[in-house]
């Protein structure tokens, strides 16, 4: 991983191999690359045009400078149209370059310029981290050893417009740093074929990675599990020798606050089970624990970062295989907290562990519950490939982690948690049945998963699309995005900055503050009246 530094001097005087400077569309020079023309002698814009540089995000032209500059090479990288160009043009244009500039051992940059320069400092971070990761562990000779590439990049050197602008920029730096390195870290666990990321392995490399940053970390054990009731957990695991593991983690950052809980789904490999998948249908599904990792990465960042909030983390991992001892379709499974659930599909699996991880969270009486999952493919079919699905019982929650989403240039966006469709998950034997109608598949999971909320404000994404790329595209090599995880830090650091007191007190101004958010809010109040099964009143908490 490389180190990022601050330096007040031109880009025509740093030392580097590579410099990195922006233009934008019509062959406009972004920060830096006059005084880099001026010392190299050479019209930039005048080569721009020549090249016919779109300046597309991305784009790249690369111009050697003979020794007029100490960098030797000059890569002027694309941001778009200027008036639009910010930090997720940056973030995105980072990001896509970062293979390339893996190769170099030192760079230079004024990409960071462009925007509000905190920001885009961790915009920059954020996507060249992002950009330059590779996972070649199981690689008999790793990518760079294969290539003759030289070692990878050890130092950014973010060059200052402003020395003002030093204390912001470093430590909008860091937190970029941290966020990317945990969603990084994600990505490893996530790629991680399922034949050793077991859910005693995964829960093992949460112990350690827990220990590392100085968070508390418990993991149940089957036998425990057993005791307490989570039949979800056990059930969807039931088929595979590699029995499931729960993995409890505590962050304590602001004393006897009430606590905010994350959950994502853990399924080490989603066969279907005995609802088998077909073969192709199972090519990736060793990322079905990418809800599970995500949630881990924040929880990972989180205590790097230090925000003012108590978040407590619940994961459960299994195992989805057919065997003689795996659960059947009919089968009926009764969840933590005593609700029961009739499968009829067994790959409907990953609702039956977040319902126990769900009703576990919601004993905690926490302030509000987030959950991350892969969980349909029918997400997948609404929003396609770059967009998460979000649903909840909570206005304020979804806009808050809509925006976190945005901000983490990670977008997301709503799917109504439609209470209408409660009937279609009716059971005659069970108190719920995982599957409902083939139609609107995502909210029916949806809905499923309500029913284990008890009271907290609650919203749930669902990542099918975004947690994995099946092939590589212009920002991602294939495999893991470590999705939605860096969104989840947002949200917390978010959370954390704008205080509890407001936040209640704008979520009631806002849902008043236009008829379409009444009318939405109406349909969530119903939601949530569902999901405490008219029994337990929702509580008087502050964000009820
Ligand atoms: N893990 C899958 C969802 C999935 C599919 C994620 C494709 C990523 C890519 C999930 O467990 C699943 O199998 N869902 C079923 C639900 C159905 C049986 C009700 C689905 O989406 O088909
Ligand atoms: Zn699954
Ligand atoms: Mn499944």
Redo the contacts with the bound molecule.
């Keep these: 991983m490389p180190t990022f530094e601050l330096q007040a001097a031109s880009p025509a005087d740093v030392t580097a191999d590579l410099l990195i400077l922006p233009y934008f569309k019509g062959h406009v020079p972004g920060p830096g690359v006059r005084e880099a023309q001026k010392a190299i002698g050479e019209d930039l814009a005048g080569l721009l045009k020549e090249h016919r540089a779109s300046g597309r995000i991305g784009e790249t032209v690369s111009v050697p400078t003979f020794g007029r500059l100490k960098a030797r090479t000059v890569l002027l990288v694309g941001l778009g149209p200027e008036s639009e160009a910010g930090p997720a043009a940056v973030r995105r244009a980072a990001q896509k370059i970062g293979p390339r500039v893996a190769k170099f051992k030192s760079v230079a940059t004024t990409l960071h310029q462009v925007g509000p320069a905190a920001e885009s400092a961790r915009a920059l971070a954020e996507g060249l981290l992002l950009g330059t990761y590779r996972f070649d562990r199981y690689k008999e000779r790793p990518i760079d050893e294969a290539s003759q590439q030289p070692q990878e990049l050890s130092k950014v050197t973010v060059l200052l417009k402003r020395a003002g602008d030093e204390k912001a920029v470093k430590e909008a730096l860091r937190r970029g740093q941290i966020s990317a390195e945990s969603a990084n870290w994600a990505r490893d666990l996530v790629n991680t074929p399922a034949l050793d990321a077991t859910p005693e392995y995964l829960a093992r490399q949460a112990q350690k990675m827990a220990k590392e940053v100085g968070l508390q970390c418990r993991v149940w054990t089957p036998d425990e599990l057993r005791k307490g009731g989570f039949g979800g957990v056990l059930g969807v695991g039931a088929g595979s020798v590699n029995a499931p593991r729960f993995v409890e983690i505590t962050y304590k950052g602001a004393g006897g606050a009430t606590p905010i809980a994350l959950t994502g789904k853990g399924?080490t490999f989603?066969s279907?089970g005995l609802?088998i998948?077909d073969s192709s249908g199972m090519e990736?599904?060793k990322?079905?624990m990418g809800g599970g990792a995500a949630t881990l990465a924040a929880m990972r960042a989180i205590a790097l970062l230090k925000p003012k909030v108590n978040v407590i983390a619940a994961i459960p991992f299994s195992e989805n295989l057919p065997s003689g001892s795996a659960i059947r379709p009919g089968d009926v499974l009764r969840h933590r907290g005593g609700k029961t659930s009739e499968v009829l599909?067994t790959?409907?699996?990953?609702r039956l562990i977040l319902a126990d991880a769900l009703a576990f969270l919601s004993e905690k009486k926490p302030a509000l519950i987030l959950d991350c999952a892969?969980?349909?493919?029918?997400a997948?079919v609404a929003l396609g490939r770059d967009l998460w699905a979000v649903m909840g019982t909570d206005r304020r929650l979804i806009a808050d982690v809509l925006k976190a989403g945005e901000e983490a240039g990670e977008p997301g966006w709503e799917l109504p948690l439609w209470t209408e469709y409660r009937r279609h998950i009716e059971s005659s034997v069970a108190d719920v049945k995982n599957?409902g109608d083939r139609w609107g598949?995502a909210i029916m999971?949806g809905l499923f998963l309500a029913e284990f909320v008890d009271g907290a404000p609650w919203a749930h994404l669902d990542v099918?699309s975004t947690a994995f790329t099946e092939r590589a595209t212009e920002y991602w090599p294939r495999g893991a995005t470590g999705s939605p995880a860096r969104t989840l830090v947002r949200f917390v650091e978010d959370y954390a900055a704008n205080g509890s007191g407001s936040r209640a007190r704008a979520s009631k101004t806002s849902a008043r503050s236009s008829a379409k958010a009444a009318t939405r809010s109406r349909t969530t109040a119903r939601a949530r009246k569902s999901s405490s099964a008219g029994r337990a009143k929702t509580r008087s908490g502050r964000r009820a």
């Design positions: 399924v989603d279907g609802s998948k990736t599904m990322d079905d599909n790959d409907a699996e990953g892969t969980l349909t493919g029918a997948m599957t598949g999971a099918a």
